[in-house]
């Protein structure tokens, strides 16, 4: 059985995404998907979705959320994945602002939908962390923010 004793990042952090990038086009990344009541817990018996038996033991300091990692190596990375994604939906000012936010999100690598003139990213992280990367365009008055379901 895979031990998993702490969360090594996020799947949204730039450093750890470039790394799951490219195991991704080995077929080198596993996924854990958790309700999420399961977050709050820090002993888990798990598979992973190519039936790798796992056992997450976290300290109580850690709380998994949707893009934690918890193994990150050469060969192989394993993510959890909430059952059910969280949205964090923008609204362009216009559709110049529209076609920037459309470009860095594709740069991101981010799953994104659209709904009317709302863009939704898919969080597999911490809104925060997405915030902080769309900074510039929130800040210049380019994008609002409407919602995070």
């Given at each position: 059985?895979?031990?998993?004793?702490?969360?090594?990042?996020?799947?949204?952090?730039?450093?750890?995404?470039?790394?799951?990038?490219?195991?991704?086009?080995?077929?080198?990344?596993?996924?854990?998907?958790?309700?999420?009541?399961d977050?709050?817990?820090?002993?888990?018996h798990?598979?992973?979705?190519?039936?790798?038996?796992?056992?997450?033991?976290?300290?109580?300091?850690?709380?998994?959320?949707?893009?934690?990692?918890l193994?990150?190596?050469?060969?192989?990375?394993?993510?959890?994945?909430?059952?059910?994604?969280?949205?964090?939906?923008?609204a362009?000012?216009?559709?110049?602002?529209?076609?920037?936010?459309?470009?860095?999100?594709?740069?991101?690598?981010?799953?994104?939908?659209?709904?009317?003139?709302?863009?939704?990213?898919?969080?597999?992280?911490?809104?925060?962390?997405?915030?902080?990367?769309?900074a510039?365009?929130?800040?210049?008055?380019?994008?609002?923010?409407?919602?995070?379901?």
């Open positions: 059985m895979l031990r998993l004793t702490r969360i090594l990042g996020s799947s949204a952090d730039e450093h750890v995404a470039e790394r799951l990038h490219v195991l991704a086009h080995a077929g080198a990344v596993e996924y854990v998907t958790l309700r999420k009541e977050t709050a817990r820090r002993r888990l798990v598979f992973t979705d190519r039936g790798t038996e796992a056992g997450i033991m976290l300290d109580r300091s850690e709380r998994l959320a949707n893009g934690a990692v193994l990150l190596d050469d060969d192989r990375a394993v993510v959890v994945r909430l059952e059910e994604p969280q949205w964090l939906a923008l362009p000012r216009d559709a110049a602002c529209a076609l920037e936010l459309g470009y860095f999100c594709g740069n991101m690598h981010w799953k994104v939908r659209f709904a009317g003139e709302y863009l939704h990213i898919s969080l597999e992280g911490p809104a925060d962390t997405y915030l902080a990367r769309i510039h365009l929130v800040g210049g008055g380019k994008v609002k923010v409407v919602g995070n379901e």
